[in-house]
């Protein structure tokens, strides 16, 4: 089961909408966590028509900073333990059967005199819970001076009490595959800050509970944060393979709709390779400039500030296109291109897919 943390710094632009739809498409989280959404409650909610997630909780903003949305897919339950401002804590049951665990979803404290309330507010969640704990999100802190990429070294006593609290509450960091800061303020020269503010930590029951866990940093153009995508191995087991074929001899072929289905999935096949001439693998492409951003940052961020700042403005053009092929999947003729509205598209054509079955057949004599 995955779950995607991103301080996405405001969901006012489509562009930044549209990434996200990505990364839920790509990455298929049943956990989405949103932080600094800078809207209110309830437009952060109408957001779960495009993600396709059922479910969501939300914090309002404070005029234009804070603000933080939690999506959940359907197939699991979520359970409100609390909330604040800068926090969501929940117990995740991925089954009727099994236990829950518990998920805090942080975005914590901009400003350095003001830190020590997020220290103490982790240190009220800890409690006396000694059931499986992650926490995620952007703390707006590093734990270590090697995590702080600039000319004028971070604070060590502002990283020793994030150890302290970390220590207290029995949580850990999780390894994580990626660049080694998730925060860029994209200035050039000694201006330049590159930090590890976000990340995933959990106590050791939770690391028991899922050894094969990994956090990755995934590369945007829309934020100056890496967005964090928390992978739980359990999908990956090998014999899933083989349950899902053994699932599928089962089946009861029939023979009445054998010609439709050869007639259907060759007219499939032909509109793929005339989607594929017409506007190319935008998903892939988009997933490619992202791989291409990583490398440019990963490399040396100052002297390729001028091909990142290219390669953020060719993904900022694949959105949009990628936008527009909504749109035209949508079918709704009478609305121009110039409206944009991208809402109204992801939600007709999500769900019209996922209505799209044929479940009976009647024939003339009414069986």
Same mark, same amino acid.
């Given at each position: 089961m995955n779950t995607l943390a991103w301080n996405c710094r405001g969901l006012g632009n489509p562009r930044t909408v549209q990434e996200l739809c990505n990364f839920v498409k790509l990455h298929h989280p049943k956990l989405v966590f949103l932080s600094e959404t800078r809207m209110s409650a309830n437009r952060s909610k109408n957001l779960r028509w495009k993600l396709g997630l059922k479910h969501c909780l939300a914090i309002d903003s404070d005029g234009l900073s804070g603000g933080l949305a939690l999506f959940w897919d359907e197939h699991i339950n979520v359970s409100l333990l609390s909330q604040g401002q800068r926090?969501?804590?929940?117990?995740?049951?991925?089954?009727?059967?099994?236990?829950?665990?518990?998920?805090? +979803?942080?975005?914590?404290?901009?400003?350095?005199?003001?830190?020590? /309330? $997020?220290?103490?507010?982790?240190?009220?969640?800890? !409690?006396?819970?000694?059931?499986?704990?992650?926490?995620?999100? @952007? +703390? /707006?802190?590093?734990?270590?001076?090697?995590?702080? +990429?600039?000319?004028?070294?971070?604070? #060590?006593?502002? $990283? $020793?009490?994030?150890? #302290?609290v970390l220590s207290h509450c029995d949580l850990h960091d999780l390894s994580f595959s990626g660049l080694p800061w998730t925060y860029n303020n994209n200035q050039g020269g000694n201006r330049n800050v590159r930090v590890r503010l976000d990340r995933s930590v959990s106590n050791t029951v939770w690391s028991a509970l899922f050894p094969?866990?990994?956090?990755?940093?995934?590369?945007?153009?829309? =934020?100056?944060?890496?967005?964090?995508?928390? #992978?739980? $191995?359990?999908?990956?087991e090998e014999e899933l393979g083989v349950v899902v074929e053994n699932a599928w001899k089962k089946r009861n072929p029939g023979s009445d709709l054998g010609a439709l289905a050869v007639a259907l999935q060759t007219i499939t096949q032909d509109l793929r390779t005339w989607s594929k001439e017409k506007f190319g693998h935008v998903t892939r492409q988009l997933e490619q400039l992202r791989n291409n951003l990583e490398m440019l940052?990963? @490399?040396?961020?100052?002297? /390729?500030? !001028?091909?990142?700042?290219?390669?953020?403005? %060719?993904? @900022? #053009?694949?959105?949009?296109?990628? %936008?527009?092929?909504?749109?035209?999947? =949508?079918?709704? =003729?009478?609305?121009? %291109?110039?409206?944009? /509205?991208?809402?109204?598209?992801?939600?007709?054509?999500?769900?019209? =897919?996922?209505?799209?079955?044929?479940?009976?057949?009647?024939?003339? @004599?009414?069986?």
């Amino acid at each position: 089961m995955n779950t995607l943390a991103w301080n996405c710094r405001g969901l006012g632009n489509p562009r930044t909408v549209q990434e996200l739809c990505n990364f839920v498409k790509l990455h298929h989280p049943k956990l989405v966590f949103l932080s600094e959404t800078r809207m209110s409650a309830n437009r952060s909610k109408n957001l779960r028509w495009k993600l396709g997630l059922k479910h969501c909780l939300a914090i309002d903003s404070d005029g234009l900073s804070g603000g933080l949305a939690l999506f959940w897919d359907e197939h699991i339950n979520v359970s409100l333990l609390s909330q604040g401002q800068r926090y969501i804590d929940v117990l995740v049951y991925e089954n009727p059967n099994a236990a829950p665990w518990r998920a805090t +979803f942080i975005y914590g404290e901009p400003r350095v005199e003001n830190r020590r /309330n $997020m220290w103490d507010r982790l240190r009220l969640l800890c !409690g006396a819970w000694t059931g499986p704990w992650m926490v995620i999100g @952007d +703390f /707006n802190e590093a734990m270590w001076q090697y995590e702080h +990429f600039s000319e004028t070294p971070c604070a #060590e006593r502002q $990283m $020793m009490d994030f150890r #302290e609290v970390l220590s207290h509450c029995d949580l850990h960091d999780l390894s994580f595959s990626g660049l080694p800061w998730t925060y860029n303020n994209n200035q050039g020269g000694n201006r330049n800050v590159r930090v590890r503010l976000d990340r995933s930590v959990s106590n050791t029951v939770w690391s028991a509970l899922f050894p094969g866990a990994n956090l990755k940093h995934l590369t945007s153009s829309r =934020s100056d944060h890496k967005a964090l995508l928390l #992978e739980i $191995m359990w999908e990956r087991e090998e014999e899933l393979g083989v349950v899902v074929e053994n699932a599928w001899k089962k089946r009861n072929p029939g023979s009445d709709l054998g010609a439709l289905a050869v007639a259907l999935q060759t007219i499939t096949q032909d509109l793929r390779t005339w989607s594929k001439e017409k506007f190319g693998h935008v998903t892939r492409q988009l997933e490619q400039l992202r791989n291409n951003l990583e490398m440019l940052e990963r @490399d040396d961020p100052l002297s /390729n500030r !001028g091909a990142i700042l290219k390669t953020k403005q %060719e993904l @900022d #053009e694949l959105l949009y296109r990628e %936008e527009m092929m909504w749109l035209q999947r =949508s079918r709704i =003729s009478w609305l121009k %291109e110039g409206d944009r /509205n991208t809402k109204y598209f992801h939600r007709k054509a999500r769900w019209r =897919s996922r209505k799209n079955h044929i479940k009976k057949l009647k024939k003339e @004599d009414g069986s």
